[in-house]
């Protein structure tokens, strides 16, 4: 696992120095990725995956469809020694405006929205460790809705790093770092 995780981190420092040309995002193009999420609750990086594929050319950008799926839980402990359990499960619809037209193209901003549903697990581990299945009305399955923005940095033609950051309901606020492949 340290072999695979050191040749990628190689890979991606030795295409961040290559001289070649650096495409921006056009229509037809996919993005496929994933990224460590970081939320205020919990110690526990959020998991995601994102594809996006490109529309069509609007303006200065292009107008990008996807979908995205997060995976996050955390527990913590009450006074008592009771404890509490939340795995949260995330599958949505993403639309995005890319700004592609800034500079060389390697640094290309986006704002967006995101619809989907999110699915709460809660729970409840009482003082003689019985798991009990408690609703916790601070977390609700349902309806999820996001807006995010962000930016993409292009190591390569082909290889991006991005960053974003997204606020909605279900008080899932978070910052995301990963990497995309375009192809």
Same mark, same amino acid.
């Given at each position: *696992? /340290?072999?695979?995780? $050191?040749?990628?981190? @190689? ?5 961040? !120095?290559?001289?070649?040309?650096? #495409? %921006? ?5 996919? *993005? /496929?990725?994933?990224? $460590?999420?970081?939320? @205020? ?5 959020? !998991?995601?995956?994102?594809?996006? #594929? %490109? ?27 009771? #404890? ?100």
């Amino acid at each position: *696992m /340290l072999r695979r995780t $050191l040749f990628v981190i @190689a890979a991606i420092c030795a295409l961040s !120095f290559s001289d070649s040309v650096y #495409s %921006q995002l056009k229509e037809k193009d996919n *993005m /496929l990725g994933g990224s $460590l999420g970081f939320w @205020a609750k919990g110690e526990t990086p959020m !998991f995601g995956v994102n594809f996006e #594929s %490109q529309i069509t050319q609007a303006g200065i950008g292009t107008v990008g469809l996807g979908g995205l799926f997060r995976f996050y839980q955390y527990s913590f402990a009450y006074g008592n020694g009771d #404890s509490r359990s939340y795995s949260f499960s995330s599958i949505g619809f993403q639309g995005n405006y890319n700004f592609n037209q800034i500079g060389d193209g390697k640094f290309v901003p986006f704002i967006g929205a995101v619809i989907g549903y999110n699915y709460v697990n809660t729970t409840y581990t009482d003082v003689t460790r019985n798991g009990v299945y408690i609703s916790d009305i601070s977390y609700r399955s349902g309806a999820w809705i996001w807006g995010q923005t962000g930016f993409r940095y292009f190591f390569s033609p082909t290889v991006a790093g991005n960053a974003r950051v997204g606020f909605g309901n279900h008080d899932f606020n978070t910052l995301e770092l990963g990497i995309d492949f375009k192809f």
